[in-house]
């Protein structure tokens, strides 16, 4: 059986609580490094596992937390896994959990909308454009296509926005959902919220006016939309999904 809090950042298999290290985060730099200064006031490079622009989750001089891996074939054994952000919330910058996330609240009954399929397959190849759906959940002939995006941006109090730069791929992935309901299939799109402040999710029109108007012919064509916060603990290293938030498009 997996353990779905050892993936979110509970309870390890051997009942160890895991740690993080907190620093303070000194710059972001090449995209994937990070300097942080640790508590004896030496300075380590650590990995920063995101993509994206991190619009608003890079705040020098802020406390953050990170792990450790010990995977002698790493060159930077250290992973940046959450920032403190404006209005001193907090932002789980790992978008490689997200997934993990998710499909966590999904067995363990947190996302009640995806309840009911005995079967999860993740990354299944699909669609006109070969896309690979993140969860294909199956029950039967009943087939529901699930994809899953990290939203750490938040630009007005309470407002989360996705994405925080233009996203193709985002778009792309909307266009295949779209197909799946056309073909009599569900489609949903879960938005994983990492961030404590954000208490509703809505497109980033004025960052990628492309991807907000898809969204919204998503929801038209029948793709469902919904987002779910995490609570983040950094101090028991744990992050996970715990209640729904509204997806606004107006």
């Not at 087939?143 to 630009?155: H, I, N, P, Q």
């Not at 919220?193 to 969204?215: C, K, M, N, R």
């Amino acid at each position: 059986m997996r353990n779905y809090d050892s993936i979110a950042g509970g309870v390890t298999d051997d009942g160890v609580v895991p740690s993080w290290q907190r620093g303070t985060l000194i710059r972001r730099y090449k995209r994937f490094l990070a300097d942080v200064q640790r508590d004896d006031g030496s300075v380590i490079t650590i990995h920063c596992p995101n993509t994206g622009s991190m619009r608003n989750c890079v705040l020098p001089e802020s406390p953050c937390w990170y792990s450790a891996s010990d995977n002698p074939k790493r060159k930077y054994p250290h992973t940046w896994e959450v920032a403190t952000v404006p209005g001193g919330h907090l932002a789980g910058v790992n978008t490689g959990r997200a997934n993990a996330l998710v499909e966590e609240a999904i067995h363990s009954g947190v996302i009640a909308e995806l309840q009911g399929y005995p079967v999860c397959r993740r990354e299944v190849r699909y669609g006109q454009e070969r896309s690979r759906v993140d969860f294909l959940l199956e029950d039967g002939d009943d087939r529901c296509y699930v994809e899953v995006k990290s939203v750490t941006l938040m630009e007005a109090p309470g407002q989360g926005l996705f994405p925080d730069a233009v996203s193709q791929r985002g778009s792309k992935h909307l266009r295949e959902l779209m197909e799946r309901v056309a073909a009599g299939d569900r489609a949903v799109l879960v938005f994983c919220v990492q961030h404590s402040g954000v208490e509703w999710v809505a497109p980033a029109d004025a960052i990628d006016p492309v991807y907000g108007a898809t969204l919204r012919r998503a929801a038209e064509a029948g793709v469902e939309l919904l987002a779910y916060r995490a609570e983040i603990e950094p101090e028991r290293a744990s992050i996970r999904l715990t209640h729904p938030v509204p997806v606004r498009l107006d």
